[in-house]
């Protein structure tokens, strides 16, 4: 099942963890302007809120589809961990792009909105099937990860349309990683010292 020609469950995942890192980012933004005690405990509990609300927000996207799916009688019984991770993966980002982009004398907005949004961009490259949805797929950006084709080739008994390479996991992770030290570098030479 496919949202464009992302899986369903990525789809949900990423749009999911979109909404919850914008809602943190901003009621933790708003939380750190205001002087008031209880203006910040109420930000501060409006922020554990937004977070819980993860798997609320995964269900709602990703149940009309498996209800379909299910009347045709393809039951869809999806991992737990899915519904939790868009909420562990909005407090990793915004704890990352804290880390790599430290307040500093200029504005950090610029930075960290860069980091979100390439994490964003490479995020939704590595889900997206670069194929044919049902005739074949092609994951994982730029280095192909996982693939499959329902034109077999077989040459010496070695089937040549499909294939699994965490080799590829990893040049892409390395490509991410190597990507966000060079902005956080690029950063750190702008912003100078700590003061």
Known sequence: MYVWRLPLFSFAVLATTAI???ALAILLWARGRTRNAAARGILSGAAVVAVLTAPFLVHVLTRDSLATAARHGVYIDPPQFIFWLP?????????LAVLLFPAG??????????????????????????????WCER???????????DAIVMVDGRNLTAGFTSIAILLNVTM??????????????????FT
């Open 139 to 149: 994951f994982g950006f730029p280095f192909a990860y996982t693939w499959w084709s």
């Open 87 to 95: 909420a562990a993966l909005a407090v990793c980002l915004i704890v």
């Open 20 to 22: 919850v890192a914008a």
């Open 105 to 134: 004398p200029s504005s950090t907005f610029r930075y960290r909105a860069s980091f979100v949004a390439l994490l964003f961009l490479l995020a939704l490259l590595n889900s997206v099937n670069f194929c044919s949805p049902g």
């Open 176 to 193: 991410a990683v190597g990507g966000f030290i060079a902005l956080s570098i690029a950063y750190r030479q702008v912003r100078g010292p």
